[in-house]
């Protein structure tokens, strides 16, 4: 059984009612993401921003994205059950106040404005075999939000100098990039991600500009061939694992 909660530095995230629970994949695109935003606005201290969270799950990444920014994040969640985890995490953050929680479906919900920055970890297992349990169904497969219609969601929601930065499965990188090429929205760094060098690599992060630009690509190892966290790894993580 997993355990019921994850303690990081500054906050706590909640897990027993969603359907997907953290990991350490999520954990790491959550902290190259919040740490890719606080670079674009380091370079435009004059406006706060917006962050749209598109399946927040138990909130994870608003959490992570919030404690560098100081950014307002709407989160939209399909999921009941995984709203109950993200609204106690929000609640009990010290970032409460610039965080809204919303349980919508984003396909059918409108907003009333668009946002500087949008980041998802979106149900990916397309082809997988269905779980019993509906929840992980709705956590982890795109039966729900396909990610061709993610991609015209993120058009149409995204400001003119915006960002986004999904997770995806490494194999289905590729097909992403192209469908958002079409959708004018232009690759401008790719994460490739592995467990350890000898293994192959398991998940894309990928992050996207309104305009087009060189893109750069950086492999990154979680853990060393000794079982070790990557010295990559650590600098990312270490400010909001307890014990890096």
């Known amino acids: 059984m997993a355990n019921p909660y994850f303690q990081f530095k500054q906050f706590t995230v909640y897990q027993q009612h969603a359907g997907m629970k953290v990991t350490t994949d999520a954990c790491l695109f959550g902290a190259l993401t919040a740490e890719y935003f606080a670079a674009k606005l380091a370079n435009n201290t004059n406006q706060i921003s917006t962050v749209l969270d598109i399946g927040a799950g138990t909130g994870l990444l608003s959490l992570m994205v919030a404690q560098k920014t100081a950014s307002f994040i709407d989160a939209i969640e399909i999921e009941a059950s995984a709203c109950l985890d993200a609204q106690q995490n929000f609640a009990s953050s010290p970032f409460s106040e610039k965080i809204k929680l919303w349980h919508a479906d984003i396909k059918e919900f409108s907003f009333d404005k668009k946002f500087d920055f949008i980041i998802s970890n979106p149900p990916f297992y397309e082809l997988d075999l269905l779980s019993p349990d509906k929840k992980i169904n709705a956590a982890r497969h795109d039966e729900s939000l396909t990610l061709a219609v993610l991609i015209n969601k993120v058009k149409s929601l995204l400001t003119e100098a915006g960002s986004f930065a999904v997770l995806l499965p490494y194999n289905r990188s590729n097909y992403f990039i192209q469908q958002s090429l079409e959708a004018d929205l232009h690759l401008s760094l790719q994460y490739s991600i592995r467990p350890t060098p000898k293994h192959d690599f398991f998940r894309s992060m ?28 650590i600098d990312a993580l270490k400010d909001y694992y307890l014990y890096l």
Request: glycine share 0%; charged share 25%.
């Open 206 to 233: 990928l992050f996207f500009e309104r305009v087009q630009k060189v893109s750069k690509q950086i492999a990154l190892n979680i853990k060393q061939d000794n079982n070790d966290y990557t010295a990559a790894f």
